[in-house]
T-cell receptor
Framework: GENVEQHPSTLSVQEGDSAVIKCTYS??????FPWYKQELGKGPQLIID?????GEKKDQRIAVTLNKTAKHFSLHITETQPEDSAVYFC????????????FGGGTRVLVKP | GAGVSQSPSNKVTEKGKDVELRCDPI?????LYWYRQSLGQGLEFLIY????????KSGLPSDRFSAERTGGSVSTLTIQRTQQEDSAVYLC????????????FGPGTRLLVL
């Protein structure tokens, strides 16, 4: 089955700096890679996703890159703000397997003002 | 429109009791998923429903766990004879049938087994 590793588990950055979270996956058939942000007491919210036919996607201060050969993908947050503080989860799925998401262990991001 | 809703938001029960957790998916979403999130951990897949197909139960941790989806909409996750290790947040998500994987999550039900 799919296995997703996520690093780091915690990340503290100064407001305005960039944050990078990295994930690796095991199954080369994985073709969809979403990132979720989870605030305390809430369900995960999709913030950006990427499919295996592209290498990079950007949405304002958030970008995701995918390296299919190395089987890793990363989330980049630029100009971090205190409201970016949350737990971030990467995930990978195989469409042929019913789109079940396999999640990384999460990264707790703290943006210090 | 409304997002995924779950009830109850919190549930405290005694060891050995049965509990039922409810999920109302986004209208029109034919795929529905249940996940479990233990404190400070990632999300663990439990079960997946897609239309009228047989559900994928490959993630259910034991036969004490079961789920059904009536009329292709509302789903109920049942845990029989609850154990303390069942304490977790149970999350439901839904997606379009051919949405390519985009899943939208509900707020979760926080279950505490004493």
């Amino acid at each position: 089955g799919e296995n997703v590793e996520q690093h780091p588990s915690t990340l503290s950055v100064q407001e305005g700096d960039s944050a990078v979270i990295k994930c690796t996956y095991s199954d080369s058939a994985s073709n969809y890679f979403p990132w979720y942000k989870q605030e305390l007491g809430k369900g995960p919210q999709l913030i950006i996703d990427i499919r295996s036919n592209v290498g990079e996607k950007k949405d304002q201060r958030i970008a995701v890159t995918l390296n299919k050969t190395a089987k890793h993908f990363s989330l980049h947050i630029t100009e971090t703000q205190p409201e970016d503080s949350a737990v971030y989860f990467c995930a990978a799925t195989i469409k042929a397997a019913g789109n079940k998401l396999t999640f990384g262990g999460g990264t707790r991001v703290l943006v210090k003002p | 429109g409304a997002g995924v809703s779950q009830s109850p938001s919190n549930k405290v029960t005694e060891k050995g009791k049965d509990v039922e957790l409810r999920c109302d998916p986004i209208s029109g979403h034919t795929a529905l998923y249940w996940y479990r999130q233990s404190l400070g951990q990632g999300l663990e897949f439990l079960i997946y429903f897609q239309g009228n197909s047989a559900p994928d139960k490959s993630g259910l941790p034991s036969d004490r766990f079961s789920a059904e989806r009536t009329g292709g909409s509302v789903s109920t996750l049942t845990i029989q004879r609850t154990q303390q290790e069942d304490s977790a947040v149970y999350l439901c998500a839904s997606s379009l049938a051919d949405g390519g994987g985009t899943q939208y999550f509900g707020p979760g039900t926080r279950l505490l087994v004493l």
